[in-house]
């Protein structure tokens, strides 16, 4: 009894790891051209304020 037990709680286990494994996965894929549009604004905002920090112009 215990050890049928012990054997399903461990499928159960393996079942929620893969499930937020492919979750996690999921999202990062899906979630990729926002992440890539938010680096290029970031590049963009900081290349302003150098831009504007090294202008002659006081």
Same mark, same amino acid.
């Given at each position: 009894?215990?050890? *049928?037990?012990?054997q399903r709680s461990r499928g &159960?286990?393996?079942?929620?790891?893969?499930?937020?494994?492919?979750?996690?996965l999921g999202f990062t894929v899906? *979630?990729?051209?926002?992440?890539? &549009?938010?680096?290029? *604004?970031?590049?963009?905002?900081?290349?302003?304020?150098y831009y504007i920090i090294q202008?002659?112009?006081?």
């Open positions: 009894m215990k050890a *049928g037990l012990r &159960q286990s393996m079942v929620e790891y893969s499930v937020v494994t492919a979750a996690l899906l *979630g990729w051209p926002f992440l890539v &549009q938010l680096l290029n *604004g970031l590049h963009r905002y900081f290349s302003s304020i202008s002659p112009v006081p």
